[in-house]
């Protein structure tokens, strides 16, 4: 059964740092990654999708990389804001079909102003 | 139309009520999804529709019945719930290879 573990589980930094966000995975037959953000009691948001022959994706101060033979993946946040406060959640797809998503625990994030 | 809508965005029930949620999307996916979330949880699959049909239910319980009457909607009826199902219910929609979400329903089970 694959297993998704996101690290660190809280992080809390001041404006303006650049951070890392870890997700790891016990089963490589993965499909494609999902990075969402999820603001207390709303929905999910997609940032980014990586496929499983991509290495890495980028949206705006968004940067996603996929090393599919080790399990991992990284979401690099740069200059961050106040606004990027939320809760960041991976998931993984494990095939090309209607599969559902298998999510980790996701990372709550805090930016002081 | 880029979104997926859930109505209604909170209900509360009685054990002995019966409701329905409701998951529409207009973006062409052939595939919708049911999760459910805790609190402080991550989103748990429960059902999936191909094209339709149900290809996946991970083995939930019968109080929940899901209905995709076309391949904009998706529906899950309710009835006789317990407390602990109460949780945010999402819904999801594909065509090919990203997931999109809706808001959720909250649901609280009195």
């Known amino acids: 059964k694959q297993e998704v573990t996101q690290i660190p589980a809280a992080l809390s930094v001041p404006e303006g740092e650049n951070l890392v966000l870890n997700c790891s995975f016990t089963?490589?037959?993965?499909?494609?990654l999902q990075w969402f953000r999820q603001d207390p009691g709303k929905g999910l948001t997609s940032l980014l999708l990586?496929?499983?022959?991509?290495r890495e994706q980028t949206s705006g101060r968004l940067n996603a990389s996929l090393d599919k033979s080790s399990g991992r993946s990284t979401l690099y946040i740069a200059a961050s804001q106040p606004g990027d406060s939320a809760t960041y959640l991976c998931a993984v797809r494990p095939g090309g079909g209607a599969d559902g998503l298998t999510f980790g625990k996701g990372t709550h994030l805090i930016i002081q102003p | 139309d880029t979104e997926v809508t859930q109505t209604p965005k909170h209900l509360v029930m009685g054990m002995t009520n019966k409701k329905s949620l409701k998951c529409e999307q207009h973006m062409g996916h052939r595939a919708m999804y049911w999760y459910k979330q805790k609190a402080k949880k991550p989103p748990e699959l429960m059902f999936v529709y191909s094209y339709e049909k149900l290809s996946i239910n991970e083995s939930v319980p019968s109080r929940f019945s899901p209905e995709c009457p076309n391949s904009s909607l998706l529906n899950l009826h309710l009835h006789a719930l317990q407390p602990e199902d109460s949780a945010l219910y999402l819904c999801a929609s594909s065509l090919a290879f990203e997931q999109f979400f809706g808001p959720g329903t909250r649901l609280t089970v009195l």
């Open positions: 089963d490589s037959a993965i499909y494609n």
């Open positions: 990586i496929q499983s022959s991509q």
